[in-house]
T-cell receptor, first 112, second 113 residues
């Protein structure tokens, strides 16, 4: 069974540009989560999808971040326009229900 | 609100020595507790989890953790460290299976030959 996959693995962009991160959850997992780790800080929750619906987006930092999960399969997280403080590792996780969240390898974003 | 405190952002042990990584939590409801590990250049991997069953939880690679409600602790241990255990370890808490996970800051484990 394939695990959670994320694309790209690394992204380097300039301040003001747009970046879109993608997450493919484990097949059949209705729950999809986004987290972020800024260097030297904790991994922090961003939002939670159940199928295509946003269940909890309390961790989204501001309106420059837009997450979608059309069709309830893969999800994208767009940052527009990117700022320096958006640099970090973005993790995606999925779970089949009230169980363990399985994490992807993360996308390392560097905003210059 | 839930929170996690990991004592020691860096821990060094000798190969073959006991590994003890400390974690204290705060939760308003009976918690789910986790330890995740991140090896260099890899994603987060679940080591073990506590979900209100046995208080001593055994995980992969010889690790175990004990849930102590009176101390609000969930320390991770391994009797004998291997070089391959060098990684960053994260303690985490959740207030239910569907709920967001709150992580500690992480502890980097160094194993000295």
């Amino acid at each position: 069974e394939a695990g959670v996959t994320q694309f790209p693995s690394h992204s380097v962009i300039e301040k003001g540009q747009t970046v879109t991160l993608r997450c493919d959850p484990i097949s059949g997992h209705d729950n999809l989560y986004w987290y972020r780790r800024v260097m030297g800080k904790e991994i922090k929750f961003l939002l939670h999808f159940v199928k295509e619906s946003k269940q909890d987006e309390s961790g989204m930092p501001n309106n420059r971040f837009l997450a979608e999960r059309t069709g309830g399969t893969y999800s994208t997280l767009k940052v527009q326009p990117a700022e320096l403080e958006d640099s970090g590792v973005y993790f995606c996780a999925s779970s089949p229900g009230a169980r363990t969240q399985y994490f992807g390898p993360g996308t390392r974003l560097l905003v210059l | 609100a839930q929170s996690v405190t990991q004592l020691g952002s860096h821990v060094s042990v000798s190969e073959g020595a006991l590994v003890l990584l400390r974690c204290n939590y705060s939760s308003s409801v009976p918690p789910y507790l986790f330890w995740y590990v991140q090896y260099p250049n890899q994603g987060l991997q679940l080591l073990l989890k506590y979900t209100s069953a046995a208080t001593l939880v055994k995980g992969i690679n010889g690790f175990e953790a004990e849930f102590k409600k009176s101390e609000t602790s969930f320390h991770l241990t391994k009797p004998s460290a291997h070089m391959s255990d060098a990684a960053e370890y994260f303690c985490a808490v959740s207030e239910g299976g569907y709920q967001k996970v709150t992580f500690g800051i992480g502890t980097k484990l160094q194993v000295i030959p």
